[in-house]
């Protein structure tokens, strides 16, 4: 069977069009697992109280305030991550990315857990939403990496270094 990942990981400097639809592929299986295991998760803790909790403003808004920090955390770890040149670097970044960026889920699980407002839960429901195109925005990052051969990076490196000596 032929998957996306196939033509990706059998090249050793896969083209652009591989190496796009296997982060692609790779990006939203991961971040959707987050969110699928987040939500049920959340569903299994729920159905497990004894009571039905009250909203409270001031937990729903510090819930979602960490939801929306973590997007530029998560965004920021993943950019860093693609820094260097490799499909393996490429696949650790799109994998950290994914990671990193539906941790709003998690927040909006315990803000629904926790019996919060539709306008909060609403809110922590678009910071997942962002979130997702957040990490879709940076997989052309990820296919750069993934393209470039190890070598030739390293040895530009390795050259500038030199020069830098040099003079």
Do not use: C
Not at 39 to 55: E, I, N, Q, S
Not at 62 to 86: E, K, Y
Request: zero cysteines; proline letters at 8%; charged letters at 10%.
């Amino acid at each position: 069977m032929r998957t996306p990942l196939t033509p990706f990981l059998g090249a050793d400097v896969p083209d652009p069009a591989a190496a796009s639809a296997a982060l692609r592929l790779v990006y939203a299986v991961v971040f959707l697992a987050q969110v699928a295991l987040a939500a049920a998760v959340g569903a299994a803790l729920f159905a497990a109280l004894p009571t039905p909790p009250r909203p409270n403003d001031w937990v729903a808004g510090v819930l979602i305030g960490f939801a929306a920090l973590h997007l530029p955390l998560g965004a920021g770890l993943a950019w860093a991550a693609s820094r260097s040149p490799g499909k393996g670097v490429a696949l650790a970044g799109a994998i950290t990315a994914a990671v990193l960026l539906s941790v709003p889920a998690w927040f909006l699980a315990l803000a629904a857990l926790s019996g919060q407002r539709t306008p909060f839960l609403l809110a922590g429901l678009a910071l997942v939403a962002v979130g997702y195109g957040l990490g879709f925005a940076l997989l052309p990052r990820f296919v750069r990496a993934a393209t470039t051969p190890v070598e030739d990076a390293r040895e530009k490196a390795f050259d500038a270094d030199a020069a830098a000596v040099v003079r």
